[in-house]
């Protein structure tokens, strides 16, 4: 297994513009988490997938973005009518509940940049 | 709300000096605290975690403590060498949830 994959690395869309990011997860792991991370700081929650099911959506996830996880395995992110302040990295991670270490494996990220 | 604070923002040492970087989380509930390094156009990378019933933990060149009374914890390097240089994110979290609080970052350069 290579690991948590993000496509694409880099995304320039225009404002307005719908956009989807996809994830593929480590094949065991059954968690699945999409968080967001701006130039200087942490990343911050977006939402959670155990298996198929979006267990938890943070206040940042507005009615714009929506997220999938079809058959439990990769997860997409749409972002419809993009706008400036949606640019950032958007991170994917994965876990394994039950794992005696309950840290994630992130992906390398999509950044999104809106013009 | 859930916050985790983390100072300092950057850090400069000199190679072969230690490195500490000390955070404060809200949450009583939080039980698991993992520390994060990020390269350069990389995600961030689990590097040492450790766990409420735990005092303090060690892996080569790193180590972590945790004083839950005061709600503290921090990432101690040792004998630092440029390979060093990241951000490292603190995080916060409860094991029976699934969300995990993030630190600011810090900035750390190891200066050769």
């Known amino acids: 297994d290579t690991g948590v994959s993000q496509d694409p690395r880099h995304k320039i869309t225009k404002r307005g513009q719908n956009v989807t990011f996809r994830c593929d997860p480590i094949s065991e792991h059954n968690r699945l988490y999409w968080y967001r991370q701006t130039l200087g700081q942490g990343p911050e929650f977006l939402t959670y997938?155990?298996?198929?099911?979006?267990?938890?959506k943070s206040r940042l996830l507005s009615d714009r973005f929506s997220a999938e996880r079809p058959k439990g395995s990769f997860s997409t992110l749409e972002i419809q009518r993009t706008e400036q302040g949606d640019s950032a990295m958007y991170l994917c991670a994965s876990s394994l509940q039950g794992a005696l270490r309950y840290g994630y494996t992130f992906g390398s990220g999509t950044r999104l940049t809106v013009v | 709300g859930e916050n985790v604070e983390q100072h300092p923002s950057t850090l400069s040492v000199q190679e072969g000096d230690s490195a500490v970087i000390k955070c404060t989380y809200s949450?009583?509930?939080?039980?698991?605290f993992p520390w994060y390094k990020q390269e350069l156009g990389k995600g961030p990378q689990l590097i040492i975690d450790?766990?409420?019933?735990?005092g303090e933990k060690k892996d080569q060149r790193i180590a972590v403590t945790l004083n839950k009374t005061a709600k503290h914890f921090s990432l101690h390097i040792t004998e630092t060498q440029p390979e060093d240089s990241a951000v490292y994110f603190c995080?916060?979290?409860?094991?029976?949830?699934?969300?995990?609080?993030f630190g600011a970052g810090t900035r750390l350069f190891v200066k050769a």
């Open positions: 997938f155990q298996n198929e099911a979006q267990l938890e």
């Open positions: 450790i766990r409420s019933n735990v």
């Open positions: 949450d009583s509930a939080s039980n698991y």
């Open positions: 995080a916060a979290s409860y094991t029976g949830g699934f969300k995990t609080i």
